[in-house]
């Protein structure tokens, strides 16, 4: 008698099936904290803003908007200063002009 081997597809690795996957919404959360831990622990230079901002901006791609912006800033509890900021230097991002500012702040 012989017997038929199991197929190894579908053995659990890979993409979880769409029904089984988190909204993207949940992911966004610990960011958001990580975010405020650190505004809330450091003080306000161009380095921590400029990391900051590079938070913002990498948990709220692709559609940065200054509605989305406003979410993050009162999710991290940002002053307005902060605030006004992190829309300047989004405003900078999103034409490309920013890295040179994240690379000096680094340094």
């Keep these: 008698m012989i017997m038929k081997l199991k197929s190894r597809h579908g053995?659990?690795?890979?993409?979880?099936?769409?029904?089984?996957?988190?909204?993207?919404?949940?992911n966004r959360k610990p960011k958001a904290e990580k975010i405020r831990v650190n505004l809330l622990n450091s003080p306000l230079t161009i380095k921590n803003v400029a990391l900051s901002t590079k938070l913002i901006y990498q948990a709220y791609l692709p559609s940065l908007?200054?509605?989305l912006i406003y979410q993050a800033y009162l999710q991290a509890q940002l002053s307005l200063l902060q605030f006004i900021t992190l829309?300047?230097?989004?405003?900078?991002?999103?034409?490309?002009?920013?890295?040179?500012?994240?690379?000096r702040a680094l340094v």
Excluded: C, I, W, Y
Excluded at 12 to 23: D, T
Excluded at 87 to 103: E, I, R, S, Y
């Design 87 to 103: 829309q300047m230097l989004v405003a900078l991002l999103q034409k490309n002009l920013v890295d040179v500012l994240f690379t």
């Design 65 to 67: 908007s200054t509605k």
């Design 11 to 26: 053995s659990g690795h890979g993409q979880p099936k769409a029904e089984n996957r988190k909204p993207k919404t949940e």
